[in-house]
Nanobody, 122 residues
């Protein structure tokens, strides 16, 4: 497993942008598929985006497609989530997660960060 620390959350007005970062410890980050998930108050955690560990392929939830972009910098052990055109319904705690040599929305991620709050005001 890797240890993951998210940053970059905050309060933003609807239509604004934020970039979340998730930095991993260890020297095997490049072998981890990474994902972003979110959990709004009173709701279950949901998948947001994922990026592969080998080819930088990406996949998004329909609710964020065209607005959010996931990327990674293996030299910095960091995965990013660029969020544009934010909506109040994007308000949630955002978590990054990692899985060894796998990726996708339905795999079992076994490393999780502590989460970062994103609040979008209307």
């Amino acid at each position: 497993q890797v240890q993951l620390v998210e940053s970059g959350g905050g309060l933003v007005q609807a239509g604004g942008s934020l970039r979340l970062s998730c930095t991993a410890s260890g020297r095997t980050f490049s072998s981890y598929g990474m994902g972003w998930f979110r959990q709004a108050p009173g709701k279950e955690r949901e998948f947001v985006a994922t990026i592969s560990w080998r080819s930088n392929s990406t996949y998004y939830a329909d609710s964020v497609k065209g607005r959010f972009t996931i990327s990674r910098d293996n030299a910095k052990n960091t995965v990013y989530l660029q969020m544009n055109s934010l909506k109040p319904e994007d308000t949630a705690v955002y978590y990054c997660a990692g899985v060894w040599r796998s990726w996708g929305p339905g795999v079992k991620y076994d490393s999780w960060g502590q989460g970062t709050q994103v609040t979008v005001s209307s």
